[in-house]
């Protein structure tokens, strides 16, 4: 209860922002933020066609800014050409930033290595030579999959200069996870590296790929290239395998970049449904760069001399915006980190935004969660013990971020000078949507407060109509905007399916997340209202996990549903239902063999914290899995409502232990 109050007082606080940021910053004031809001409103082709065509290098100008002829398949700048490298790489050895670092990659042991503009461009044309004179053409597919590292920005960039649509895997995903991707997208070439450090662990990464490949149906791959990170022994095809550096000695280091339609699919990048099979979500070249290099501007307000570092990985989309494309585009200056929020010790991330003078950072509420934990357990993680002086924005993305976290990040992170970002976006919509604009909005703690202009969210009932202030509804977007997903790839109808419902229209975007708003407008996320999970700021499709559990042969039955988890935020539980029971004493061992089972199937993220079994699952008489039931099971509630309709009702009972 007193958490209760505490919540609520939190909540209703307002911070205003710094006096320099309301002055100095890209978006400065509420009447700057507005007059962009309006500029969009009053002339929405007009306002995204001026921002396409200050910010972006074209090679053949567009003079179509948005053809809605086949909606929901909205086209942006669709006559147009441009190269996504060019506008990343080439731009800056010719205005000013060529010498300016472009990277500064802190390895997991603390090896620190530095890139210039110029030094990251004639990396990726070295690659991008290699690839071309390898016969890859614009259109075929590379799998990537590599830890964090200066390799997997040049792998993913080398690719966008040749046209070569890349889908990156995030290196913690299990070689079933990485078949799925390689068959799907009918990748010709996979680029891989020998193993990554973690944590001071050394994990590899080649025999999954290796076993991937293994499986069969991945024939189109000519190729496999490795990065010699660990130097670790791997398994060695001949003929098909060739070493990263090998592969781009005697490469020269200059390229021309091919140029492709504004429409073109940049990448495809894999994230979970409400379905068992994962989502390809395609993105196209010109309207996804646009809009990482404007939210870098007007999100992050960036300018010249920041120092920005994005904790992200590149194998989810936080990555490849705010890493890959975005920064690179806007010209900044930014951290990549190999290693963990908690090795050496928890002061990782303090001693790091102490030692290279962060002054923008981005990061998720369960690393933040996590760190307030350790931080209270040891003074000598707390951030209170290093000079966090050079921050000026820290920004928040992934999941909701409960107001107590938000004000221990502002508070004992932001000095209570850096404005909180709550930056809330989607794979699906490829940059920032809803978000305070540092030197305009007053920020709410667990709020992520207002779209950017341009950005037409609303809050809407089934039908799309609309519903009363503070009252909950579907978080929508009305109009498309630039960097929205263009399809799934190989799967027109689910694009259609997932996000375009024939009830509201059939054109409106649904993001899948319940919202209120309050009375000053500003938008409250009240977590997905599809059977999909948020563990650590991942996405986690239930029924994904339950298809896994299922294919096992000790298992019959099984359901899966979320409870809410003070680090993680939500954490997986599993019931299930055995071929053949199990007594008391054996139940932990076969526990522990589902959970490995899912985290070998899927991943260590997609692991089960808690598993319950039972004779069977609480069903409706018409068969249904009561899922509402089993996550008050989960949470351990008291069960009140009548379950006088359920097959046992005794099962809940049972239900009840974990193992
Ligand atoms: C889902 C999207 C955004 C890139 C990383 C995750 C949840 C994301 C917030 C936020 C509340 C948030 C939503 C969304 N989410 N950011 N600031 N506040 N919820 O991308 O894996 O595609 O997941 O994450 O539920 O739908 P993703």
Same mark, same amino acid.
């Given at each position: 209860?007193?958490?209760?109050?505490?919540?609520?007082?939190?909540?209703?606080?307002?911070?205003?922002?710094?006096?320099?940021?309301?002055?100095?910053?890209?978006?400065?004031?509420?009447?700057?933020?507005?007059?962009?809001?309006?500029?969009?409103?009053?002339?929405?082709?007009?306002?995204?066609?001026?921002?396409?065509?200050?910010?972006?290098?074209?090679?053949?100008?567009?003079?179509?800014?948005?053809?809605?002829?086949?909606?929901?398949?909205?086209?942006?700048?669709?006559?147009?050409?441009?190269?996504?490298?060019?506008?990343?790489?080439?731009?800056?050895?010719?205005?000013?930033?060529?010498?300016?670092?472009?990277?500064?990659?802190?390895?997991?042991?603390?090896?620190?290595?530095?890139?210039?503009?110029?030094?990251?461009?004639?990396?990726?044309?070295?690659?991008?030579? $290699?690839?071309? =004179?390898?016969?890859?053409?614009? @259109?075929? #597919?590379? *799998?990537?999959?590599? +830890?964090?590292?200066? !390799? &997997?920005?040049?792998?993913?960039?080398?690719?966008?200069?040749?046209?070569?649509?890349?889908?990156?895997?995030?290196?913690?995903?299990?070689?079933?996870?990485?078949?799925?991707?390689?068959?799907?997208?009918?990748?010709?070439? $996979?680029?891989? =590296?020998?193993?990554?450090?973690? @944590?001071? #662990?050394? *994990?590899?990464?080649? +025999?999954?790929?290796? !076993? &991937?490949?293994?499986?069969?149906?991945?024939?189109?791959?000519?190729?496999?290239?490795?990065?010699?990170?660990?130097?670790?022994?791997?398994?060695?095809?001949?003929?098909?395998?060739?070493?990263?550096?090998?592969?781009?000695?005697?490469?020269?280091?200059?390229?021309?970049?091919?140029?492709?339609?504004?429409?073109?699919?940049?990448?495809?990048?894999?994230?979970?449904?409400?379905?068992?099979?994962?989502?390809?979500?395609?993105?196209?070249?010109?309207?996804?760069?646009?809009?990482?290099?404007?939210?870098?501007?007007?999100?992050?307000?960036?300018?010249?001399?920041?120092?920005?570092?994005?904790?992200?990985?590149?194998?989810?989309?936080?990555?490849?915006?705010?890493?890959?494309?975005?920064?690179?585009?806007?010209?900044?200056?930014?951290?990549?980190?190999?290693?963990?929020?908690?090795?050496?010790?928890?002061?990782?991330?303090?001693?790091?935004?102490?030692?290279?003078?962060?002054?923008?950072?981005?990061?998720?509420?369960?690393?933040?969660?996590?760190?307030?934990?350790?931080?209270?357990?040891?003074?000598?993680?707390?951030?209170?013990?290093?000079?966090?002086?050079?921050?000026?924005?820290?920004?928040?993305?992934?999941?909701?971020?409960?107001?107590?976290?938000?004000?221990?990040?502002?508070?004992?992170?932001?000095?209570?000078?850096?404005?909180?970002?709550?930056?809330?976006?989607?794979?699906?919509?490829?940059?920032?949507?809803?978000?305070?604009?540092?030197?305009?909005?007053?920020?709410?703690?667990?709020?992520?407060?207002?779209?950017?202009?341009?950005?037409?969210?609303?809050?809407?009932?089934?039908?799309?109509?609309?519903?009363?202030?503070?009252?909950?509804?579907?978080?929508?977007?009305?109009?498309?905007?630039?960097?929205?997903?263009?399809?799934?790839?190989?799967?027109?109808?689910?694009?259609?399916?997932?996000?375009?419902?024939?009830?509201?229209?059939?054109?409106?975007?649904?993001?899948?997340?319940?919202?209120?708003?309050?009375?000053?407008?500003?938008?409250?996320?009240?977590?997905?209202?599809?059977?999909?999970?948020?563990?650590?700021?991942?996405?986690?499709?239930?029924?994904?996990?339950?298809?896994?559990?299922?294919?096992?042969?000790?298992?019959?039955?099984?359901?899966?549903?979320?409870?809410?988890?003070?680090?993680?935020?939500?954490?997986?539980?599993?019931?299930?239902?055995?071929?053949?029971?199990?007594?008391?004493?054996?139940?932990?061992?076969?526990?522990?063999?589902?959970?490995?089972?899912?985290?070998?199937?899927?991943?260590?993220?997609?692991?089960?914290?808690?598993?319950?079994?039972?004779?069977?699952?609480?069903?409706?008489?018409?068969?249904?899995?009561?899922?509402?039931?089993?996550?008050?099971?989960?949470?351990?509630?008291?069960?009140?409502?009548?379950?006088?309709?359920?097959?046992?009702?005794?099962?809940?009972?049972?239900?009840?232990?974990?193992?």
């Amino acid at each position: 209860m007193a958490n209760a109050i505490e919540s609520v007082l939190v909540e209703n606080r307002v911070f205003p922002p710094p006096e320099s940021l309301a002055q100095q910053a890209n978006i400065a004031g509420m009447a700057a933020y507005r007059a962009l809001c309006e500029e969009a409103e009053r002339d929405f082709t007009g306002f995204w066609g001026r921002l396409a065509n200050e910010k972006l290098d074209w090679t053949t100008p567009f003079k179509t800014v948005l053809d809605e002829s086949d909606a929901p398949f909205y086209r942006w700048f669709a006559d147009g050409e441009l190269n996504v490298s060019a506008n990343c790489l080439d731009k800056h050895l010719t205005n000013g930033n060529a010498e300016k670092t472009a990277i500064i990659f802190e390895a997991d042991d603390g090896t620190v290595t530095r890139v210039t503009y110029r030094e990251l461009h004639a990396r990726v044309c070295r690659l991008a030579n $290699a690839l071309q =004179a390898a016969g890859y053409q614009a @259109g075929e #597919r590379v *799998i990537i999959y590599l +830890p964090m590292s200066i !390799e &997997a920005v040049v792998a993913m960039q080398a690719c966008a200069r040749l046209g070569l649509t890349h889908s990156v895997v995030f290196g913690g995903f299990s070689a079933k996870s990485l078949h799925e991707r390689l068959v799907d997208t009918g990748a010709v070439l $996979a680029i891989t =590296a020998d193993a990554q450090r973690r @944590g001071g #662990r050394t *994990i590899p990464l080649k +025999p999954a790929l290796d !076993e &991937a490949l293994g499986m069969g149906g991945c024939e189109a791959v000519r190729q496999v290239i490795v990065y010699r990170r660990t130097g670790d022994e791997v398994a060695w095809t001949e003929g098909r395998d060739a070493w990263l550096h090998e592969v781009e000695a005697g490469q020269a280091e200059t390229h021309t970049p091919v140029p492709v339609n504004a429409e073109h699919p940049l990448f495809i990048l894999y994230t979970s449904g409400s379905t068992g099979k994962p989502k390809g979500v395609q993105h196209a070249a010109a309207g996804f760069l646009l809009w990482s290099q404007l939210t870098m501007e007007w999100t992050f307000d960036l300018k010249p001399e920041d120092v920005y570092w994005c904790t992200a990985d590149v194998g989810w989309i936080t990555g490849h915006t705010y890493i890959a494309y975005g920064p690179l585009a806007a010209g900044a200056t930014q951290v990549i980190f190999e290693g963990v929020p908690t090795f050496p010790d928890s002061a990782r991330f303090w001693r790091m935004i102490q030692a290279h003078k962060v002054s923008i950072f981005y990061t998720a509420p369960t690393a933040i969660r996590s760190l307030i934990k350790a931080a209270g357990s040891d003074v000598k993680v707390h951030p209170n013990q290093f000079d966090l002086s050079s921050l000026r924005i820290i920004g928040s993305v992934g999941e909701p971020i409960n107001p107590e976290a938000w004000m221990w990040y502002y508070k004992e992170v932001g000095g209570e000078r850096c404005p909180v970002v709550d930056t809330w976006w989607q794979t699906e919509t490829g940059g920032h949507m809803l978000t305070p604009s540092p030197g305009a909005t007053p920020t709410k703690p667990g709020s992520c407060a207002m779209p950017l202009p341009g950005i037409m969210a609303d809050i809407v009932d089934e039908a799309g109509g609309p519903v009363a202030q503070g009252q909950g509804g579907f978080l929508v977007v009305k109009r498309p905007w630039p960097s929205m997903i263009r399809n799934v790839w190989g799967d027109p109808e689910r694009f259609k399916k997932s996000y375009f419902p024939p009830e509201m229209g059939g054109h409106i975007y649904l993001a899948g997340d319940g919202a209120h708003r309050d009375a000053e407008g500003y938008f409250w996320i009240m977590g997905r209202i599809d059977d999909v999970l948020n563990v650590s700021g991942h996405r986690l499709g239930t029924m994904e996990v339950e298809s896994v559990l299922v294919a096992h042969p000790l298992v019959a039955e099984a359901a899966v549903v979320g409870r809410p988890d003070d680090v993680s935020g939500e954490a997986v539980v599993a019931f299930v239902v055995l071929k053949q029971s199990v007594d008391e004493s054996e139940a932990p061992d076969v526990a522990k063999t589902l959970r490995d089972w899912v985290s070998k199937e899927i991943g260590p993220i997609a692991k089960p914290k808690d598993i319950r079994f039972g004779e069977n699952l609480p069903k409706t008489r018409s068969g249904k899995i009561m899922r509402r039931l089993l996550r008050q099971v989960a949470q351990g509630q008291e069960i009140t409502q009548d379950t006088s309709t359920l097959e046992n009702p005794a099962i809940l009972q049972q239900l009840g232990k974990s193992h």
